[in-house]
């Protein structure tokens, strides 16, 4: 008798829903409802979109073109095509001293997004850790759970710049531990490591022979200082998975086309279940991606500085607003503080879009410990940038 | 970035730009930046501050042509004493020495096609070093000074994203 209830009750459960208790167990991306709401309203001025608004550089969009006259649109090799990977090897042998093999080393992917899926799926057996730097890029968490895998967040604070720390990732490390994973510079916090803080964390992942996740994507939109990559460190070139791509860098977010660099026994599997699912990434786009190594440093370069000078004028800004913002050296986001106003991140976010018609992100939709800050994005015209910073003003003064 | 370079690249693209918001894009001072644009100016790095008019939007507006010309050289003086001849004409726009069939070349301004021509005629070709003159007349101009003058790419991007 106990046992038919069970069954119809399973039964019952499997109509309601059709999709799996993984999928369900994963909230809605928090971005969501500011998405839908900014999408309503009109005149809106977005500091709240992650990507350029640089339009491509035009030698890359005529590359595609001609790729497409010449009727290059069949697959490539599952890995990517050979060109493409021997100019990202060449690209890290000479700017980083780093032998990758093409053949065997380097995973051509559709975005760094599918190439984090692929390296969780390939590493993570069911309820392996994966410890992971927050505030954080919102699919960081997801993607370990789809894997599954446990996330286990450390928390990153104001107080240190949002730079992780050894100690506090050695702190969350258990036996079920498997790779730490971290982003810097960073979304959202537009925080940066230098290579002494990046040692402390190399120690620990050889000391606990963990794997390090290192999504490197906004390494050429570092404004202070020289950009560190993870598998540079000693030692670290077998123990990283290092992730990079053009779509920050080179304006080229829809196009699609991303990279992994590590070592041959996880790329090999990253690509088994590259070459199942997605077969290979898109090949305009990586035809636009060797084009953008080859010839894309001069309006690569010209756009950093134009990124550097607004970044600048946006957290100058919101420190004269009284926003407290602190000085980040990377990616394209401010991370003001709004702790003063008495607002939890959500309200000053919905407000200001409501009442001035900007659009921002709310700190906590990257974690926890992005609660009481906003993400700004300065990939936003100085003109946009400066009249959202008079409206932000506005706000803040009425809302005192 | 040198702080010159950056002030220079700022304002080739905004000479409009006032000294407070070159100071907040560079995160110096006023004075800082008031004192390298007066160096910049004072030692000619800065020549002018100049406007790019689209003049087919304006009734009465200008025609341009591109003349090429063809000199005989002179001992000593090479090309100079031809071109800085030329250079003096206010209805003279640009004056470059090129590689090819020509020799120099000119940007011509004037209100009409006829005038613009008499111009050449009477005052280009008649100079004893100039042996031929071929004229082009704008007929559009698309793209002046590094800026495209019919429209303006902007990244069609969704209001919000991660």
């Not at chain 1, 999408?39 to 001025?45: H, P, S």
């Not at chain 1, 760094?112 to 927050?134: F, H, K, Q, T």
């Not at chain 2, 693209?13 to 918001?21: M, Q, R, T, V, Y």
């Amino acid at each position: 008798m106990k046992q038919s209830t069970q069954n119809v009750s399973r039964l019952l459960h499997k109509r309601q829903t059709r999709v799996s208790d993984t999928v369900q167990s994963v909230p809605p991306s928090g971005i969501r409802r500011f998405f839908d709401l900014a999408n309503e309203l009109e005149d809106v001025i977005s500091l709240g979109v992650g990507e350029p608004d640089f339009v491509t550089p035009w030698h890359i969009r005529e590359s595609c073109i001609h790729t497409l006259e010449q009727g290059h649109t069949s697959y490539t090799s599952n890995q990517g095509l050979p060109e493409l990977r021997e100019e990202i090897a060449g690209t890290f042998r000479r700017d980083h001293s780093l032998n990758y093999d093409p053949n065997e080393e380097i995973l051509i992917t559709t975005g760094v997004s599918e190439g984090i899926d692929l390296a969780m799926r390939a590493i993570l057996n069911r309820g392996d850790e994966v410890i992971i730097s927050e505030p954080c890029y919102v699919s960081y968490v997801p993607t370990v759970i789809f894997a599954g895998g446990v996330p286990v967040t450390v928390a990153t604070s104001i107080e240190n710049d949002f730079k992780v720390t050894a100690e506090r990732i050695e702190e969350k490390i258990t036996e079920k531990t498997r790779a730490i994973m971290i982003n810097y510079p960073n979304n959202p916090t537009g925080a940066t490591m230098g290579t002494k803080d990046l040692e402390e964390i190399a120690d620990v992942a050889t000391e606990y022979d963990l794997i390090v996740i290192s999504d490197e994507i906004y390494d050429k939109l570092t404004y202070d200082g020289k950009h560190t990559c993870f598998s540079s460190l000693n030692g670290m070139i077998t123990n990283t998975v290092l992730f990079n791509g053009f779509s920050k860098s080179h304006a080229m977010t829809g196009l699609r086309v991303g990279y992994a660099l590590g070592s041959s026994d996880i790329i090999g599997a990253m690509t088994k279940i590259h070459q199942y699912s997605m077969l290979c990434a898109p090949s305009t786009s990586q035809i636009a991606a060797i084009d953008a190594l080859r010839n894309g440093r001069v309006e690569m370069e010209r756009m950093v500085r134009e990124y550097d000078r607004r970044r600048h004028l946006i957290i100058s800004g919101f420190n004269k607003i009284g926003l407290d913002c602190f000085w980040g050296k990377g990616a394209f986001y401010a991370f003001p503080s709004i702790a003063g106003t008495g607002m939890t991140a959500d309200e000053f976010a919905e407000r200001l879009m409501l009442e001035k018609r900007v659009a921002v992100v709310p700190g906590n939709v990257f974690g926890d410990s992005g609660a009481g800050f906003l993400r700004c994005s300065y990939a936003a015209s100085r003109d946009d940038i400066k009249e959202a910073l008079a409206r932000i003003g506005e706000f803040v003064e009425s809302s005192r | 970035m040198d702080l010159a370079q950056n002030i220079l690249e700022i304002i080739e693209n905004d000479p409009k730009i006032d000294i407070s918001e070159i100071a907040a894009l560079t995160g110096r001072s006023d004075e800082e930046i008031r004192d390298c644009v007066c160096q910049l100016e004072g030692d000619g790095t800065i020549r002018k501050y100049k406007t790019i008019i689209d003049w087919d939007k304006v009734d009465n507006g200008f025609v341009y042509a591109i003349i090429e010309i063809t000199v005989s050289l002179e001992r000593e003086t090479g090309y100079n004493v031809v071109a800085d001849r030329i250079s003096k004409f206010p209805e003279v726009r640009s004056v470059r020495l090129i590689s090819g069939d020509h020799d120099i070349s000119l940007t011509v301004r004037g209100k009409s096609m006829k005038q613009v021509a008499f111009f050449v005629a009477e005052k280009i070709a008649t100079l004893p070093q100039v042996q031929s003159t071929a004229t082009h007349f704008v007929l559009k101009t698309y793209k002046e000074d590094g800026v495209i003058l019919h429209e303006t790419e902007h990244a069609e991007r969704l209001p919000i994203v991660a």
